[in-house]
């Protein structure tokens, strides 16, 4: 038997009834953290559950415990495979891309490499028709028992098949996330490399116009198609996804969404993603922009919302004289600026009694850690040092932390 099969029987065998009870006993030892492996496998052999199923629950029940930071509260109904719940989506970002596609009029979505569902569920909450495929079976029986978990089946058809040989004539919208990792593990950033092929991918748009692409926040500009809009989000300052908005779908070339998990509030900034921003000297207060407001190429969009400028025409701090407290950027207030040098930056951290050093770094190739250490931090005070670039020369910012926006 090979190894997918094997995996996919195991699944399959959590679904009956026993399976659920194994799943409801291994929930139980799972509910505040991680149970001690080998009394767990006890307790469940002690309840007479045969081994194999045990173990197929707990670590289940362990995905579940992951899960909860993606998921809520449904993370407890949903299942999971290790890589399908490290792809998924956000259910905050499915949901807001599910509600955006229903605002353009699509009824009929399809879902080409679904993974484990987490958008083709958010699709079915917002009310669209969704048909969901995935060439692995495992992946896709997952997302199968996801859909019927959460009651979504008479929306939802789950297939396993390769997405390339899908028609797609009686869908009316198309979203696409393909697999960006390598068969050894690891990240891939090059979308050549992607799964669906790229090719495929970027064609999707000419066969059904409202056609939505989830790619890595690392995606070239070079590679996104004239006409689309490319949004990058971000959740509590983490660039989470890029998304390509084909067609009737695009509103602007570039878009900046932020969530935040702090108060659930959305900011969003668009722009052309070539606009400069003014450049001038370090000002009182310097703002480092979230990732998404980067990648996206806003930082002069940013800058404009209060007035700011850079002190290097390559690098996203932002400068102002006033405190400009913002939702888009991390604020600090300048204690000392300094050309870099380890020696006089000790003193000056010294000066300032900095125990506790956030060190955050654009434009220096030097390493927070091994710089840290060399700092030899003493002291009970609080402070960020920003290593970074002014007018190209290499620059220590010392600097305190601004109350949020
Ligand atoms: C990034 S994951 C999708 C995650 C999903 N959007 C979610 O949030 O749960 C990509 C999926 O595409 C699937 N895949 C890769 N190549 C495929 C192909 N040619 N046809 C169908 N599915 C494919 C993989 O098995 C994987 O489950």
Redesign the pocket.
Not at 111 to 120: K, N, P, Q, R, V
Not at 133 to 136: L, N, Q, Y
Not at 161 to 164: K, P, Q, S
């Given at each position: 038997m090979t190894q997918p099969t094997d995996a996919a029987a195991r699944f399959a065998a959590l679904l009956a009834p026993e399976g659920a009870d194994a799943l409801a006993a291994a929930g139980a030892l799972w509910a505040d953290s991680p149970p001690d492996p080998l009394a767990a496998a006890a307790a469940m052999r002690a309840a007479g559950i045969p081994a194999d199923l045990a173990s197929t629950a707990l670590t289940q029940a362990g995905l579940r415990h992951r899960a909860g930071a993606k998921f809520g509260p449904d993370a407890a109904r949903l299942f999971f495979t290790r890589?399908?719940l490290e792809?998924?989506?956000r259910a905050a970002v499915?949901t807001r891309r599910a509600e955006r596609l229903a605002a353009a009029g699509v009824r009929h979505v399809a879902?080409?490499?679904?993974?484990?569902?987490?958008?083709?569920i958010a699709f079915a909450r917002a009310g669209l028709r969704v048909r969901a495929?995935?060439?692995?079976p495992l992946?896709?029986a997952v997302?199968a028992a996801n859909v019927a978990a959460l009651g979504l089946s008479d929306q939802v058809t789950v297939t396993c098949?390769?997405?390339?040989a899908?028609p797609l004539d009686t869908v009316d919208g198309v979203?696409c996330?393909?697999?960006?990792?390598r068969a050894g593990g690891g990240r891939v950033f090059d979308p050549r490399a992607?799964?669906?092929?790229w090719d495929?991918v970027t064609g999707l748009a000419e066969r059904v116009p409202a056609t939505v692409l989830?790619l890595g926040p690392g995606i070239d500009h070079a590679l996104i198609p004239a006409h689309a809009e490319a949004e990058w989000v971000s959740v509590a300052g983490e660039v989470v996804e890029a998304a390509l908005w084909c067609g009737p779908l695009a509103q602007a070339p570039r878009k900046a969404t932020l969530l935040s998990t702090r108060d659930r509030a959305v900011n969003q900034l668009v722009g052309s993603g070539d606009a400069l921003a003014p450049v001038g000297p370090v000002g009182r207060f310097v703002h480092d922009p979230d990732g998404a407001v980067v990648r996206a190429h806003l930082v002069a969009e940013f800058a404009a919302t209060i007035g700011a400028r850079l002190a290097d025409p390559t690098i996203a701090y932002c400068y102002t004289d006033g405190a400009a407290p913002s939702p888009y950027a991390s604020g600090f207030e300048v204690l000392e600026t300094l050309p870099f040098s380890l020696k006089r930056l000790r003193a000056a951290v010294r000066a300032h009694g900095l125990g506790i050093l956030e060190i955050r770094k654009r434009g220096s190739a030097l390493e927070p850690e091994r710089l840290r250490r060399d700092l030899r931090l003493s002291g009970g005070g609080a402070g960020t040092l920003l290593l970074t670039r002014v007018a190209g020369a290499p620059t220590a910012i010392i600097a305190r932390a601004v109350p949020v926006a």
């Open positions: 890589a399908g792809q998924a989506t499915a879902d080409l490499g679904c993974g484990i569902g987490a958008d083709t495929v995935d060439a692995d992946t896709a997302a098949a390769d997405a390339t899908v979203f996330d393909p697999a960006r990792r992607y799964s669906p092929p495929f989830k």
